[in-house]
Each structure stands twice: as C-alpha cells, then as structure tokens.
C-alpha cells in the first residue's frame, strides 16, 4: 500500500477549524502556541473565533489554514505515514513542511507574507470553468484574451477549471464556456491567482524564499507547477516562486500518484474540497478527509 496526504489550500477554511485538536492533543497544541509566535498574532484565535470576515481576508487564511493542516498532521502521523505528499495552492507549504523541507515556523511566517502580497494585488478575478474539457478551455481563455488577460490556473479535475484573469478577460471567457455548453461560475476570490497579473507578488515571495532554509525532501514530494517529483531544495524554491503565477496541476498530480501506485488518500486539514476532486479523477479512490477527531477516529477504525 502506498499513501499519500493531501493539503486543502485557501477557501477551506471555516471558523472553529482545529479547535478539537488544540483542546485534546498537546502536539496539536503546540503548533497553534508555535504560529502564535512566530507571527506576534493569536492565528489560534482567528481560527478558533474568527470572526468569519478576518479569518477569511487572505493574509489571516493562508497562515490558519496552514498551522491547522500541520496541527492535524501530528496526530495522524503517529498512526500513518505518508510516501508522498502535495497541496493545492497555498496546501503546498503545508507538504513542504511534512516532507522536512520547510520547518514549520519559517512557512507560516512565509505564508504569512505571501498572503499580505497577495492581498496588496489588485485588479482581476477568478471564475470555474464547468463541463468542457482542458483543450477547450484553453482555446476559450486564448479566444477572451483579445478582450482581457485571461488563463487556466487550477486544472483540478476532469470537467472543472478555474481561469484567472482581468474582469474584462474572466467575464468574456465565462460567455463563450456557456455557448460552448459549459458552465461558468464566478469565484469570490481577492486577486487573480495563478495568472501573470500577480508578478508583483512573485517578485516579493521570490526575495522571502531567498532568505528561506530549505532542505532536500525526506519524502516524494510533488509540486503544482510540474506535477512531478522535486528532489533537490533548489528546484522546490525555484517552482515555489513560480507557483505564484503558474497553473495548479492539481489533476495531473492524483494521476501521478495513481499511477506510481497510491491506493489511499488522505486530505490533512480543513475542508473535504480535495478529497471530492480525487473522486471526480479516479471514482473508487480510497480518500479520507481529516479535519476533527470525528474524521480521525472514523480513519484509525477503517484504515486500521
């Protein structure tokens, strides 16, 4: 059996998210006391009582996501060990720290920053791309740029795409998937992730991960930007900094892993947003989310 774990990225989180695991479990706790003070900011609040509006604002999401996915992570490691590890997006970091490249306060003050650029970035928007396949959107975002700036950024299962990109480029693009005969929903999102628009944001993260430690991967680790294995810290602080504005390969990356031989999944943190893109690429995947002790025990039972 090979396992790998999955880390959720922003839109995940929901208030009161780890508040089991930091009243129940010392290590979980500790990783809540370590984010507080790594930042000089109680995240352990904001995720635990929000309010909804802040926890939600992009430079408080990114860090509470992560310090809840890593304070998850401790108490399900005693029991299951990962071969491979991948986030979505920001959920990155949050492999990077399970794979021993990144400690876990130098990516929560990482996170932290990348967050604050990425909410300093403005103009564009994102919108998902329903029932068509990647060709066709593809061709359909080259057809709305002549209108404005518009490109897949999360390919993220079969039949569903996020596109990034100016409001004019995103709003055109959404009118040809629908006579196309797709669907088009527009996401309430801060900035135009993963697209070209946030180069600004490149250029500062690319400064912090300069100064960043980085070690080699203890385990697989699989990045966004390529869908493939990263063996060497280099290489992950290059494909880091490209992230920034470079499609999420997220449906590649469960390919990968089934074709290497994964048969158990296990998404490591708020939400269950990756454990249903696994079953949309392969129906009879064996995924387990894990986001409070309910999940926990239910996957200790099962697994077991």
Known sequence: M????????????????????F????????????????????????????????????????????????????????????DVVAGHSLGEYSALVAAGVLDFSEAVKLVKKRGDFMKAASGGTMAAILMLPREKVE?????????????????????????????????????????????????????????????????????????????????????????????????VRELLVKQAVSSVLWEDTINRMIKDGVDLFVEVGPGKVLSGLVKKIKKDARIYNIENTDTLDKFKTEVK
């Open 139 to 235: 061709q359909l975002c080259k057809d709305a740029s002549r209108i404005g700036l518009v490109a897949p950024a999360n390919y993220n299962s079969p039949g569903q795409i996020a596109v990034s990109g100016t409001k004019e480029g995103v709003e055109e693009m959404c009118k040809l998937a629908k006579t196309a005969g797709g669907k088009a929903i527009p996401l309430a999102v801060s900035a135009p992730f993963h697209s070209t628009l946030l180069t600004s944001v490149q250029a500062k993260l690319a400064l912090e991960l300069a100064n960043a430690k980085l070690n080699n991967p203890e385990i697989g680790f699989i990045a966004n930007v390529t869908a493939d294995y990263v063996k060497e810290a280099s290489a």
């Open 2 to 21: 090979k396992t790998a774990f999955l880390f959720p990225g922003q839109g995940s989180q929901y208030v009161g998210m780890g508040m089991e695991f």
């Open 23 to 82: 009243g129940k479990f010392s290590k979980a706790k500790s990783i809540y006391d370590a984010a507080d003070t790594a930042l000089g900011l109680k995240i352990s609040d904001i995720c635990f009582l929000g309010p909804e509006e802040i926890l939600k604002s992009t430079e408080n999401a990114q860090p509470a996501i992560l310090t809840t996915s890593i304070a998850i992570l401790q108490e399900v490691l005693p029991f299951v060990k990962p």
